[in-house]
């Protein structure tokens, strides 16, 4: 059959006449299809899901209520456009009482978003013209980059990797790509690594940002997990931060409410009004039944606290288990992420040696030979990252899928 006029009339952002014919099977579709062969291998077997991105958990009873309370509210009823007073007062709060961020006014500072990725979509359209790059890093999350690319601007990836704790080198961007740069794009504790930046690091970045005209975007979807006595970091807790940047959050990771599409931007007033406008030309806001559930769990920040002491119980008792393998990890500084460098080969107790070219090798070896599913993560060098969002009914059930693990990595050491 001969395609039809349609094929003709896709833009060419999206791949124009090729659009929907391309063959390439992508990372997560190809786990997708080895888990399925894993389980038809193993018919009854238990496949330990490691490479899920989201909480395992709904959000807590109480944020359900305040949701079901603030829905039966006629006032919530209705678009709220770029509306909310309770979550822009909350935001504010929990910006000063957590992260010692103050002098953010609710007003003109703080406007709430669809969750991170909405507002990643959004923020392009604000800045980028074509031929303006933005500087990213890799790996990362891509969505910006993508929305730049819809507006005919170009990225500048800048590589994490273990050897500068996954923390990007600005001294080696090229003067070509900073004249036509206008954002830098962050994310810290970062996705996937599990990375957290540092002040020093946040100034360095705010400094940076002065000499070379740039505008930062700090994507803080992790900001509250965090370990062992750690303090949420937001990059506007830095001196001369809102000078130059906003900050994303959002509910999604931090309060168990992936589905519920709820968060903020927040930080200078200028960059935060354009975002504003662009959004009101893209959407009509959140239910405000939503927000104010939001902004509850803001003004009760107990709830991450409690989220993150779980995750961070989970990495303790799997550090173990994969350094005991061989792995080269430690626990990660924030995020619910481990991610190590691929192994170079597996040795097994009969002498069988395997082989891994990159962390996709590696990734598939272990569905189809452990059944234990992780995501593969090869952009700027072999790596894999672990998740601790897996599925377990309680304590006792996390403890049984740990020790599962740790059984069926008993009869292999990886090499590195």
């Not at 929990?94 to 969750?115: Q, R, Y």
């Not at 590589?159 to 923390?167: F, I, K, P, S, V």
């Not at 070896?365 to 090869?378: A, C, G, M």
Request: overall charge negative.
């Amino acid at each position: 059959m001969s395609d039809s006029y349609i094929q003709n009339l896709f833009s060419e952002r999206i791949g124009g006449v090729s659009y929907g014919k391309d063959t390439a099977i992508y990372k997560f579709e190809k786990i997708k299809r080895a888990k399925k062969a894993a389980l038809e291998a193993n018919p009854g077997a238990e496949i330990i899901d490691m490479g899920v991105g989201e909480p395992d958990e709904m959000a807590f009873p109480e944020v359900v209520s305040k949701l079901h309370e603030e829905a039966q509210n006629p006032d919530n009823r209705g678009y709220s456009d770029n509306g909310g007073q309770a979550l822009k007062i909350a935001a504010a709060n929990f910006l000063e009482k957590e992260c010692g961020v103050s002098n953010i006014d609710p007003d003109t500072e703080v406007l709430h978003s669809i969750g991170s990725k909405a507002a990643l979509s959004i923020l392009p359209a604000a800045f980028i013209n074509p031929n303006d790059y933005a500087i990213m890093t890799i790996p990362g999350y891509p969505v910006f980059g993508t929305h730049t690319k819809y507006y005919g601007g170009q990225v500048h990836n800048l590589t994490l990797t273990a050897d500068n704790n996954y923390l990007p080198n600005l001294d080696n961007i090229p003067e070509e790509v900073l004249e036509k740069a206008k954002v830098l794009v962050l994310n810290y504790p970062n996705n996937p690594t599990g990375a957290s930046a540092t002040s020093e690091f946040f100034s360095k970045v705010v400094d940076f940002a002065k000499r070379n005209n740039l505008i930062v975007i700090h994507d803080a979807a992790y900001i509250g997990l965090v370990y062992d006595g750690n303090r949420p970091l937001s990059f506007l807790a830095t001196p001369g931060a809102k000078e130059v940047g906003i900050e994303l959050h959002s509910t999604s990771k931090n309060f168990n409410m992936t589905g519920w599409r709820c968060g903020f931007v927040v930080g200078n007033s200028l960059l935060v009004k354009a975002y504003g406008d662009v959004k009101d030309n893209s959407d009509s806001g959140q239910f405000l039944a939503i927000q104010n559930a939001s902004a509850y769990c803001y003004d009760h920040p107990e709830i991450t606290k409690s989220i993150a002491t779980k995750y961070s119980r989970r990495m303790d008792k799997l550090v173990g288990v994969l350094q005991k393998s061989g792995f080269k990890v430690n626990k990660s500084g924030g995020s619910f992420f481990l991610y190590m460098s691929s192994a170079k080969a597996a040795l097994k107790t009969n002498g069988e040696r395997i082989e891994f070219a990159n962390g996709e090798d590696l990734s598939q070896w272990l569905i189809h030979e452990k059944l234990i599913s992780t995501v593969p993560w090869d952009d700027a060098e072999p790596a894999i990252r672990f998740s601790v969002t897996f599925a377990a009914k309680n304590e006792v059930d996390e403890d049984r899928v740990i020790s599962e693990i740790a059984s069926r990595l008993s009869d292999v050491k990886f090499e590195f």
